[in-house]
Structures are given as C-alpha cells and as structure tokens.
T-cell receptor, first 109, second 114 residues
C-alpha cells in the first residue's frame, strides 16, 4: 500500500527553528508538496520538490531525498501565525496525490 | 485569496435531505477535485474532473454525486447521507500536467449530518 508518515503534533518556541519530517512509501514518485492549513481554513501551497536537495523560500525551506523516501519542511524565525497544520503529499506514478494526515504545529511565546 | 470559492460554508442536514455543494474556480485551470477531510485523517480524494470529464472515482458511495457543467464549476450533490459523512468537504483546482500539478483549495464546506 501507499503511505505517508508525519508526526501528529509538534511544539516550538517563537523565534526558534523547527523541522517537520515526512517519510513516504508510494508506487512511483512524481513530486512532493507541502501545504499549510490554519484551523478552519483551506490548505495553502507552500513548496514543491521533484529533485533531491533543498528549496528555500523566505523563512521556509523544503528538502527532498528520493533515495530515502524522505522530506522535511524547515521553518525559521517562527512566528505565532505559523501555528497551523502542515500537510505532506506525494504525487505517485499515476500522478495522483497521496496525502499525509498532517502535523499540527503549536508555537509558544 | 478568492481563486477558489465554495458555498455554503456550513451545512447541517438530516439523513433524508437532498443538498448540493458548489465550487467555482477563477484561475483558468483545467482540473477540479472534491476531497473529504475528517479530523486527524489524510485528505481523501473523492472525485477528479479533467477537462470536464470525470477521471477518478475512488469508490465513493453513490449517495455522493458530482457534476461538472464547465471547467469553472463543480457541484457535489448529496442525498440520504449518514452521520459518518460529517466532515469538511474541500474543492480544489489545478492546471494539470505531467510536469507539475499544484492544487489550489477553496475554504471548504463544513457538513454536519444529523
């Protein structure tokens, strides 16, 4: 079967750095997405990785290792507004998105 | 962000009611999706329309019936639902290609079935 694993919940301090991991086992790979979802709102697109390495976009960076079936989302200089769920999704060989259950990130002052 | 809109935002219905959810995308995309989101579970893909043709139906019960009259509009018709169908229903759209397929979501309809 196809599977995406992420931690259920993480806690971090305002101003700090946090890394949210995602491991996947899918039939084929055609890219990995990270989305942010605030409570009661729509998921919003954060990043897309299809090649190995680090993609940086402001305070957020996303890393991919296809050989290890592993990605992480790195959030720097955490702000209270970063409190949200972070969803990892992998595009499989049929170009269908397989979603993780999401990681709820709690930021404390 | 008003690229994808959904109505209503909240819906309470009895098990014998018939209702419809509406989604509209203003992004010029060629694919639209219905997802079900339950607490602490991954997003479940229900239906996909590409170029107004349904290309995916992941064993969704027949009490859910999609309709895509054109590339900008998507409906989900509901009838004889069960309490376990209570969830957040999300619509998304994308410009589908093999190279990339970033999906953009609407705010969702929070459905409660009594």
């Amino acid at each position: 079967g196809q599977n995406i694993d992420q931690p259920t919940e993480m806690t971090a301090t305002e101003g700090a750095i946090v890394q949210i991991n995602c491991t996947y086992q899918t039939s084929g790979f055609n890219g990995l997405f990270w989305y942010q979802q605030h409570a009661g709102e729509a998921p919003t697109f954060l990043s897309y990785n299809v090649l190995d390495g680090l993609e940086e976009k402001g305070r957020f960076s996303s890393f991919l290792s296809r050989s290890k079936g592993y990605s992480y989302l790195l959030l720097k200089e955490l702000q209270m507004k970063d409190s949200a769920s972070y969803l990892c999704a992998v595009r499989d060989s049929n170009y269908q998105l397989i979603w993780g259950a999401g990681t709820k990130l709690i930021i404390k002052p | 962000e008003t690229g994808v809109t959904q109505t209503p935002r909240h819906l309470v219905m009895g098990m014998t009611n018939k209702k419809s959810l509406k989604c509209e995308q203003h992004l010029g995309h060629n694919a639209m999706y219905w997802y079900k989101q339950s607490a602490k579970k991954p997003l479940e893909l229900m239906f996909v329309y590409s170029l107004e043709e349904r290309v995916e139906n992941n064993s969704v019960p027949s009490r859910f019936s999609p309709e895509c009259p054109n590339s900008s509009h998507l409906f989900l018709h509901l009838h004889t639902l069960q309490p376990e169908d209570s969830a957040l229903y999300l619509c998304a759209s994308s410009q589908w290609s093999e190279a990339a397929d970033t999906q953009y979501f609407g705010p969702g309809t929070r459905l409660t079935v009594l």
